[in-house]
């Protein structure tokens, strides 16, 4: 079955690591040989029994867009660098689903389930420069191999042993027999029974209670009639008649009619004036006083150490891409070169790339003349703390 086919089909995790593990494998052997391969491309990627590759069909044809290098794209020669830029596209497909394209997004964002480092391996053989790509993927096997591992099983029953120390599948219980006394059937129905009884007895209670009287209404206040000032009209006094004189030698005086009283006007009532209310004094408001926020505990640092070198051996008169692996690493660390046997003369770091806290990838050069020993390399900052060292050899 070839690989583009093998996409298209649902498959496990587990079988999805299993897979760059044999890719990651593949490469290493073709590379062992001492050979190249010219167009990588699922269609040219053959995958048999229990996951095994076989790269030979990507031996011959053209690079493609996509899952060629970018320097084989302007004209480059084919290389093993090349090589591990392609094989590094198919398992960015593999364990995405779906082609990379010529601008390969982050791995850890696009499968966020995926392991940091695992991915960043995978990322690793997708940089543009070919300098900076490993040069085997030894590494990116062992970390599929272990993730695959890391997978739980669900637990097995365990096996009993018999008399006579043979191990035996656990026997099925047999199945419990029902009980035929009628003593649960008794009690059931007294349980029920006594619950009837109390039932009837709470309702029956309830509706011999006397209901209770209705609430009084309240008494509707009768607004009292302010008296008007009534007006009393003054009487108007009537003129007395003149007496007929009578024939006397003078003539008697009119009489001055009595004056009337005029009556009494009550007095108003007087309107009552509404006193108003005192206004409520507010109470003092108390400001509150803002407690001071602690400030956050400080994260110690994690101190960086170093664990895995890869790879081990590299060969003078070249540039070597060493991957520094550990935990804690941190960009302002600078690398270094320390002799073992002999002092580190015709090596020196061309550059170095801080990718995480868990991977440091350095460039060396190294001279035709250097001394094919055991070197040590180690991290040191500015203030001078340095990490365990790592060791890898020179060979001629």
């Known amino acids: 079955m070839r690989l583009d086919a093998w996409l298209r089909q649902q498959h496990s995790p587990a079988e999805r690591l299993r897979l760059v593990e044999r890719l990651a494998q593949a490469l ?69 689903g779906r082609p990379c394209g010529e601008a390969p997004k982050p791995l850890p964002e696009v499968v966020p389930d995926l392991p940091r480092e695992l991915a960043n391996s995978v990322m690793g053989c997708l940089e543009k420069s ?60 007294v349980l029920l029974v006594a619950a009837a009884a109390g ?52 003539a008697s005086p009119t009489p001055t009619p009595a004056p009337v009283k005029a009556a009494a006007t009550p007095a108003p009532t007087p309107v009552p004036v509404a006193t108003p209310a005192p206004t409520p004094t507010p109470a003092p408001v108390v400001a509150a006083v803002a407690t001071p926020t602690p400030a956050p505990a400080v994260a110690p640092v994690e101190p960086a150490a170093l664990s895995t070198l890869s790879p081990l051996t590299v060969k ?16 302002d660390q600078h690398v270094q070169i320390l002799g073992v046997k002999d002092p580190a003369k015709g090596i020196s770091v061309v550059r170095q790339k801080w990718t995480s806290a868990n991977l440091v990838t350095v460039l060396l050069e190294l001279d035709a003349n250097v001394s094919p020993t055991i070197y040590a390399i180690a991290l040191e900052s500015a203030n001078g703390d340095r990490t365990n060292v790592l060791h890898f050899t020179v060979t001629k």
């Open 316 to 331: 003078r008169g070249g540039r070597a891409l060493l991957d520094l692996r550990g935990s804690g690493l941190r960009s």
């Open 28 to 96: 290493n052997a073709v590379h062992d040989r001492g050979e190249t391969l010219a167009s990588i491309a699922p269609e040219r990627v053959e995958i048999g029994g229990d996951l095994k590759v076989d790269l030979s069909p990507a031996a011959r044809g053209r690079p493609e867009p996509g899952y060629a290098a970018p320097e084989l794209l302007e004209g480059g020669e084919l290389s093993a660098a090349a090589d591990i830029y392609g094989i590094g596209a198919l398992c960015w497909e593999i364990l995405a």
């Open 199 to 250: 039932s009837y007895f709470w309702l029956g209670r309830q509706s011999a209670a006397p209901a209770p009287p209705p609430p009084r209404p309240a008494p509707t206040p009768v607004a009292t009639p302010t008296p008007e000032a009534a007006a009393t009209p003054t009487p108007t006094p009537t003129p007395a008649a003149t007496p007929t004189p009578r024939v006397v030698a003078a």
């Open 130 to 189: 070919p300098d900076w790509r490993p040069k085997d993927l030894t590494y990116l096997a062992q970390l599929a191999a272990a993730q695959q591992k890391g997978g739980r099983s669900e637990p097995q029953p365990a096996p009993t042993r018999s008399s006579g120390g043979k191990s035996r599948a656990p026997e099925r219980a047999a199945p419990r027999r029902e009980s035929r006394s009628m003593l649960p059937l008794i009690l059931a129905g």
